[in-house]
């Protein structure tokens, strides 16, 4: 029998998703297939649940970010949305979760972990503003700026 202190990342992971399946929970066969596609391949899969640290975490976190996802034929490449590498994070979380209540761990190493926003032309340093009513009458007043300059 396999002492508390080596149950695997993985097995507690398969033990947990058959849990789930047996709750009833929604959603299963596709946090099955989340967990074949994108927790399944991280690095720390076979390690103890023990050994696992945030930087472990943190280092899947960011090859999920590079990972470019499953896409038709006939489109273009592109990276995981953000919403797909939450869903494998919360997952991964769950069986951490799991890990504490069985007592094989005192902490989450996921609880230490804050994943970064990713940065797009929406994240400008300067956000737009509207002009204030009083700026707004300056430009009309302005014999300087012509009719077609203030449209």
Not at 19 to 47: M, T, W
Request: proline share 5%.
């Amino acid at each position: 029998m396999t002492s508390p202190s080596e149950v695997t990342f993985r097995a507690l992971a398969e033990d947990v998703l058959r849990l789930r399946d047996e709750q009833g929970v929604r959603g299963i066969q596709r946090e099955y297939s989340r967990f074949h596609v994108h927790i399944e391949p991280a690095e720390f899969i076979d390690r103890p649940v023990a050994e696992i640290a945030p930087r472990d975490i943190r280092a899947w976190l960011r090859a999920m970010a590079q990972k470019n996802a499953v896409v038709h034929p006939n489109k273009l490449a592109r990276k995981l949305h953000r919403s797909t590498i939450n869903r494998a994070f919360s997952l991964v979380s769950v069986v951490f979760t799991e890990a504490v209540e069985r007592e094989l761990i005192e902490m989450s190493p996921c609880l230490s972990v804050k994943q970064k926003k990713k940065v797009d032309e929406s994240d400008t340093v300067e956000k737009w503003s509207y002009l204030k009513p009083a700026e707004q009458k300056a430009i009309v007043d302005c014999s300087a700026i012509t009719i077609d300059q203030k449209l």
